[in-house]
């Protein structure tokens, strides 16, 4: 009978030990690049954590990632691509080197 408090006090202690840690990974994600994948999202209507997944994915974060095949940016797109997307988006005056912005 006196094992049963000990094995619900070390249940508690490994339950708090267990939220501080998700809460410090939580805090330890990078969050620098939200409010663009957010707004990203919301324009072409996919989900957020897709386009974060993505980005981490291809560039762990990094707006200035380029990569050995010439793919540029947080989602390391290649320059044939962007020139598409910028043609379909109709932005004339577009440069592969605006990948390296975020926004």
């Known amino acids: ?10 249940a508690f202690l ?3 030990v267990g939220g501080v840690a998700c809460w410090r990974w939580y805090e330890w994600r990078d969050h620098s690049q939200d409010e663009v994948i957010l707004a990203a999202a919301r ?3 996919v989900e957020a954590a897709l386009v974060k ?10 707006p200035r990632a380029r990569g050995r095949a010439g793919e540029i940016g947080l989602m390391q797109i290649r320059e044939v691509a962007a020139t598409e997307w910028a043609r379909a988006e109709k932005i004339k005056a577009f440069s ?5 912005n975020p926004a």
Do not use: D, H
């Open 1 to 10: 009978m006196k094992l049963r408090p000990l094995v619900c006090t070390l």
């Open 14 to 16: 490994l339950l708090i």
């Open 43 to 45: 324009r072409y209507g």
């Open 53 to 62: 997944a993505i980005v981490w994915r291809e560039s762990r974060f990094n």
């Open 96 to 100: 592969p080197v605006q990948l390296l």
